[in-house]
């Protein structure tokens, strides 16, 4: 099932999106804010099979404006950095020149909530503090199932669906601070959707990702090249600490990133980035100033 966010005639609402991506249907549900997206669905939890019950009258996609289906995550948005092997090697003297290759742990910081906007949301460039900005195409673990210290075996039963992320990152500010958090977490760096596509639907394991700057590819991968694949990052974004349903975990980007590239290219204003995944559909999004 894919589950939206959305929004028409200025009122936030959620629904059901068809399998071909045309048409959605709406959910009225009892005690639902729609205006916290998906989330109540994935916190409550409500069975896949009622929310089809209830789901009304189809309507077309084009006629409304998709959100974040999370547009307010409960808290920060947990990322991997360094998950596939030719970006790592690709920033090796810079970002990972502190890093040796065949890490036993992975990578892992954060974006705060605020950064996250809509599949179709402007991101803005943030003039004065920095020029030096990135995108990375990620494949978004959602969860939907309490736990801590799970186990690898056990991490796929804790997920609820997957989405996409386009974890936009200010290369001098994430070099100059000698930490990602800042780098990663300014407003609008952190588009997402456009919708989530529930795990029973999606085998995350063996995805292509792509992503294009002005219709130019950049990054194309399959998530088999993750070095540290879904249930390992699960279990190791829950040793002694709990996931809560709700909770989104980008799970790392593949090589093609701008700073890779000799000489690097970064965005600039109006420029469009569009970040593709098999089987879930795609971002896009204009940087401005």
């Known amino acids: 099932m894919r589950l939206a966010a959305y929004e028409e005639r200025g009122v936030a609402r959620i629904g059901i999106v068809s399998d071909d991506g045309k048409s959605i249907q709406p959910l009225d549900l009892d005690g639902v804010d729609a205006n916290a997206g998906i989330l109540p669905l994935i916190t409550a939890p409500i069975p896949l099979a009622d929310l089809a019950r209830q789901a009304g009258a189809a309507q077309p996609l084009s006629g409304v404006r998709l959100r974040a289906p999370v547009p307010r995550p409960s808290r920060n948005v947990f990322c991997v950095g360094r998950n596939y092997h030719e970006h790592a090697n690709e920033l090796s003297g810079s970002i990972f020149k502190d890093s040796k290759d065949g890490e036993a742990w992975p990578i892992i910081f954060s974006k705060v909530p605020e950064s996250v906007v809509g599949p179709a949301d402007d991101v803005l460039l943030p003039a004065g503090i920095s020029s030096d900005i990135d995108y990375e195409a990620e494949l978004c673990v959602v969860i939907g199932k309490q ?134 559909g795609h971002i896009e999004n204009v940087f401005k100033v």
């Not at 992320?165 to 601070?177: I, P, S």
């Open 147 to 280: 736990g801590k210290n799970i186990a690898r075996a056990d991490a796929l039963a804790h997920i609820y669906g997957y989405t996409i992320v386009n974890d936009v990152t200010a290369r001098d500010v994430q070099q100059r601070h000698r930490q990602w958090h800042l780098g990663k977490s300014f407003d609008t760096f952190c588009p997402m959707g456009p919708w989530i596509v529930t795990a029973d639907e999606l085998d995350a394991g063996n995805i292509d990702i792509r992503c294009l700057v002005n219709g130019e590819v950049r990054q194309s991968a399959n998530t088999r090249d993750l070095i540290f694949d879904i249930g390992t990052i699960i279990e190791n974004c829950s040793r002694g600490i709990t996931l809560y349903p709700g909770d989104v975990i980008a799970t790392g980007t593949p090589a093609g990133v701008g700073m890779g590239m000799d000489p690097p290219r970064f965005l600039k204003n109006g420029d469009t980035v569009r970040v593709e995944i098999q089987g879930i």
